[in-house]
Each structure stands twice: as C-alpha cells, then as structure tokens.
C-alpha cells in the first residue's frame, strides 16, 4: 500500500475518531471532550489532504 493511501486511511480514522468525541461531549455537555474531537477533526482532514497529495506525486 502506497503512503499516500495509508495517510489517508489513517485521516479517515482520525475524522470518524472526532465525530465520535464531538457527539460524545456535545450529549454529556462535556466541552473539553467536544474541543478534543473537534481538534481531531481537523487534524484527520490534514492528513487526509497530505495522502492525497502523496498519490498526486506517485503519479
């Protein structure tokens, strides 16, 4: 498996990994597990960009 297809796994992870501690925090009124999830979000869709990148240059 390419590098890129890897990072891109691994950013969908990270993504579903926040939805799921957003929605957690957000049923518990929990704010610090919200912010958790959200920042996981963010973090999952740059490195999902970054595989995607990666698989332009293998190309």
């Known amino acids: 498996m390419s590098e890129g ?3 891109k796994m691994e950013g969908t992870m990270e993504k579903v990994k926040g939805r799921a501690k957003d929605a957690y925090g957000g049923l518990t009124d929990d704010e610090s597990k919200q912010t958790e ?4 979000k ?3 869709s740059f490195k999902d960009k970054a595989g995607e990148e990666k698989n332009k ?3």
């Open 5 to 7: 297809y890897k990072d």
């Open 37 to 40: 999830g959200k920042f996981d």
């Open 42 to 44: 963010v973090k999952g």
């Open 57 to 59: 240059e293998d190309r």
